[in-house]
């Protein structure tokens, strides 16, 4: 079982930056790929970016790649989601995600309950 916390989110202007994190408990952290999504109001749900349980591998979404970072804390149980340049089309609640295959495409296992990321013009 893993529980998921997301903090980090709010108003940013356009151009800006903003970090994610999302504290994971459970002792098999180190052994789960990460990911995040996000999902605006009337909105299908999208895909951000996941990253391997190791660190290694990442893959990121067409709409955000070169902009924003994906990273993990093994140590401290903790995903990062670095946005950079942000636009007020990434609006969103950002959610994040757990699962053995979320790096292939699957769905995830476990969610968070979610931040909300606002990016004002």
């Known amino acids: 079982q893993v529980q998921l916390v997301e903090s980090g989110g709010g108003l940013v202007q356009a151009e800006g930056s903003l970090r994610l994190s999302c504290a994971a408990s459970?002792?098999?952290?180190?052994?789960?790929?990460m990911g995040w999504f996000r999902q605006a109001p009337g909105k299908e749900r999208e895909f951000v970016g996941a990253?391997?349980?190791?660190?290694?591998?990442?893959r990121y979404g067409d709409s955000v790649r070169g902009r924003f970072t994906i990273t993990r804390d093994n140590a401290q149980n903790t995903v990062y989601l670095q946005m950079n340049s942000l636009k007020p089309e990434d609006t969103a609640n950002y959610y994040c995600?757990?699962?053995?295959?979320?790096?292939?495409?699957?769905?995830?296992?476990?969610w968070g309950q979610g931040t909300q990321v606002t990016v004002s013009s």
């Open positions: 995600a757990a699962g053995r295959r979320i790096i292939f495409g699957d769905d995830p296992e476990y």
């Open positions: 990253i391997s349980a190791n660190g290694a591998l990442t």
């Open positions: 459970g002792r098999t952290f180190d052994t789960y790929p």
